[in-house]
């Protein structure tokens, strides 16, 4: 199972679960305030910097097998600038 974690949460680690924290992730409709995780986001966005951009791309590919991701920005951090992936509408 994966799951995205609230960004500025912290977790313990399980080893049953796949988890990520995106600098944002957007929900349609409700979900727990004392759950952590975010099951069914819908958009992630991610921040590229030069510390991390292996790190990122990895969380951004991670992210196309969640179903319900129906966009994911990657959003430049040295240049003016961001990526879009979207899902077509049957799903790929």
């Known amino acids: 199972m994966l799951c995205l974690y609230r960004s500025g949460r912290h977790s313990r680690v399980n080893a049953q679960k796949n988890l990520r924290i995106p600098d944002v992730s957007v929900v349609c409709g409700g979900f727990e305030a004392e759950s952590q995780a975010l099951t069914e986001p819908v958009v992630v966005i991610e921040i590229l910097s030069p510390g991390n951009m292996r790190q990122t791309w990895a969380n951004v590919w991670t992210y196309t097998t969640i179903p319900s991701v ?15 992936s ?3 509408a049957d799903g790929g």
């Open 70 to 84: 129906r966009e994911i920005v990657v959003l430049q951090s040295l240049s003016i600038g961001a990526k879009l």
């Open 86 to 88: 979207g899902r077509q």
